[in-house]
Nanobody, 121 residues
Framework: VQLQASGGGLVQAGGYLRLSCVASGGLFSTYIMGWFRQAPGKEREFVAAINWNGGRTYYADFVKGRFTISRDNAKNTVYLQMNSLKAEDTAVYYC???????????????WGQGTQVTVSS
């Protein structure tokens, strides 16, 4: 499975962005999809995950109520709607595909290239 993330950019604090991740080369609808982020000098951390049909989602505490993960299996795409952005949300955001319902990056088999999100305060 190949993953291509996009939608990052520079936004002011309080603003919003929507990230997209398009999958190819596999049965997208059979994968659990996750979003992770990595800020400079920090480890990659879990942001959100969604199960195969979108019926189950899970969020890191620091994004609950602000971010929404969704998917469109007909378009082989997973989204991350990010509202009320804060300076501390600045990071490279990665999408990932896996078979296990988990927040651990090591359990995701496929990764996109990342898209930079910068939030100015």
């Amino acid at each position: 499975v190949q993953l291509q993330a996009s939608g990052g950019g520079l936004v002011q604090a309080g603003g919003y962005l929507r990230l997209s991740c398009v999958a190819s080369g596999g049965l997208f609808s059979t994968y659990i999809m996750g979003w992770f982020r990595q800020a400079p000098g920090k480890e990659r951390e879990f942001v959100a995950a969604i199960n195969w049909n979108g019926g189950r989602t899970y969020y890191a505490d620091f994004v609950k109520g602000r971010f929404t993960i969704s998917r469109d299996n007909a378009k082989n795409t997973v989204y991350l709607q990010m509202n009320s952005l804060k300076a501390e949300d600045t990071a490279v955001y990665y999408c990932a595909a896996g078979r296990i319902w988990t927040t651990m990056p090591s359990n995701y088999s496929y990764w996109g290239q990342g898209t930079q999100v910068t939030v100015s305060s």
